[in-house]
């Protein structure tokens, strides 16, 4: 048994030249089988074999630096070539462990990279302030500007429930015209880019992000298209300023979510 496993980052249609260091600062080097370049480095097993590996993904800090280098590697080869990313810690006992992957997946690997060609991922996230649509509600809605009048003059008690009324209500037009706001958004995108999938919300702990996401979409598109994207971010973000709606654009990212499986025989 050897001192190393092999990390692979991606899998590529051409070898190609690579200076990138990977994780843990190792060199990333290339197998090659069946036609398909994998991109791969060579990381000490006392790090990363199943039981160290286990104890190290719940360690915070390492697990960012190893996803970060991993995503490193993945960004440089994507502006050079078309990948196909594969998962974080995706090991292999040896170089012969990676070729048998490249010719026993050979037709769906290159399915995928031909189904992936010219094209990339794009995030795009529906952010709203939703202190200020409730504001915006207050101030608009038919209804709670009845109740806030009829709360005048009431008692303490008739004024509370009144009030209640009128919490529920701004609650649910919120609820109401946030998702269609990020309907909205959805169909807007649908109709610009090749394929579109919505992703749980982010953490904002996490991401660092204030508000409510209401979007988290995942796009893929032609690089042709991008320009596309951004209008259809930009028109929207402008139309609901008033409501405090931020459209975030990130990318280009590894085409995680969009690849393909076995060909259709």
């Known amino acids: 048994m050897t001192e190393e496993l092999v990390w692979a980052y991606c899998v590529a249609g051409a070898p190609h030249g690579v200076s990138e260091s990977g994780v843990e600062g190792r060199p990333v080097e290339q197998v090659e089988a069946a036609g398909l370049a ?54 292999f006992e040896s170089e012969d462990g990676v070729r048998r992957m490249l010719e026993q997946e050979q037709a ?4 995928a990279l031909s189904a992936l060609s010219g094209r990339d991922e794009w995030g795009v996230k529906l ?98 298209g991008v320009e596309s994207v951004r209008q259809v971010a930009s028109e929207f973000e402008t139309r609901y300023a008033h409501l405090g709606a931020r459209v975030e654009l990130t990318g280009p990212w590894p085409p995680y979510n969009f690849v393909p499986g076995e060909p259709d025989s």
């Open 38 to 91: 994998a991109l791969v480095s060579r990381v000490p097993r006392s790090e990363f074999a199943e039981d160290a590996l286990r104890r190290n993904l719940n360690d915070l800090d390492w697990l960012a630096r190893v996803a970060r280098a991993h995503e490193d590697v993945l960004e440089h080869v994507l502006g050079e070539t078309t990948i196909v990313p594969l998962r974080l810690c995706t090991l």
């Open 127 to 224: 952010i709203l302030n939703k202190a200020t649509l409730e504001e915006a509600i207050l101030e608009t809605s038919p209804e709670a500007v009845a109740m806030r009048a009829e709360m005048e003059g009431k008692s303490e008690g008739g004024a509370y429930l009144i009030r209640r009324r009128l919490e529920r209500h701004v609650r649910d037009r919120v609820d109401a015209l946030a998702a269609a706001a990020a309907d909205e958004l959805r169909a807007e995108l649908d109709r610009c880019v090749l394929a579109c999938v919505t992703r749980p919300p982010q953490n904002p702990e996490l991401s660092g992000y204030t508000g409510a996401m209401l979007l988290n979409a995942a796009c893929l598109v032609d690089r042709g």
């Open 108 to 111: 769906a690997l290159a399915h």
